[in-house]
Structures are given as structure tokens and as C-alpha cells.
């Protein structure tokens, strides 16, 4: 398994911006299939964004053209860049890792709460 600690959660206006990172170790990081997902109160955790060993990413239509997932290798760690935050936004966000392509996430983060004001 993989141990991953999130950071850069806040609270942040609406309109603005916060990068999540999620460090990574216990275990070769740059073939790792990663996402991120968000839990905000009462609902289920959802599927934000992801990124494959060779760099493909997806994203969830609600984040498309305002969230931005991407790696440093160098660094062991993944990013989520969120702009143009709406209070809808508002959430634990989770990183996670596969230990295999075709398997389920199954190494998680603690969570980093981030918080849009309007």
C-alpha cells in the first residue's frame, strides 16, 4: 500500500482559488493511477478527478474547465488546482491511490477540508 497525506485545504471566497497536494509514500509513485474525491455534509463521497500513470486525466462535469490534476514525480506528489471555486465546491477532499490499473482506489488520504464562502 501507499500512505498519502493531503494538504492546502481553507477557506476561500467564491471566484477564488486553493491547490490540494497529496504526498506520497511506501511505494513507486509514478505509475500509480490517483484521484481526487469530495465528501461534503449529507452527501456521499464523489469522484472529482484522476490521473493515470502516463498522464491521462478525467475530470467530473461539475469541475471540467476549473480543476486541474496533475503530478510532480520528482516530488511524489499529486495536485489538485481549483479555480473559480463555487460554494458547491465546498468539501473534504480525499486523495487516492490504486495499488493496481484495473483495481478499485484503495489507499486513501485523511482528508483536507476546503470551504467556499459567497
Known amino acids: 500500500q501507499v500512505q498519502l497525506v493531503e494538504s492546502g485545504g481553507g477557506l476561500v471566497q467564491a471566484g477564488g482559488s486553493l491547490r490540494l497536494s497529496c504526498a506520497t509514500s511506501?511505494?513507486?509513485?509514478?505509475?500509480?493511477?490517483m484521484g481526487w474525491f469530495r465528501q461534503a455534509p449529507g452527501k456521499e463521497r464523489e469522484f472529482v478527478a484522476s490521473?493515470?500513470?502516463?498522464?491521462?486525466?478525467s475530470y467530473a462535469d461539475s469541475v471540467k474547465g476549473r480543476f486541474t490534476i496533475f503530478r510532480d514525480s520528482a516530488k511524489n506528489t499529486v495536485s489538485l488546482q481549483m479555480n473559480n471555486l463555487k460554494p458547491d465546491d465546498t468539501a473534504v477532499y480525499y486523495c487516492?491511490?490504486?495499488?493496481?490499473?484495473?483495481?478499485?482506489?484503495?489507499?486513501w488520504g485523511q482528508g483536507t477540508q476546503v470551504t467556499v464562502s459567497s
Open positions: 487516492a491511490a490504486k495499488s493496481r490499473v484495473s483495481g478499485p482506489y484503495d489507499s
Open positions: 490521473i493515470r500513470g502516463y498522464g491521462s486525466t
Open positions: 511506501g511505494r513507486t509513485f509514478s505509475n500509480l493511477p
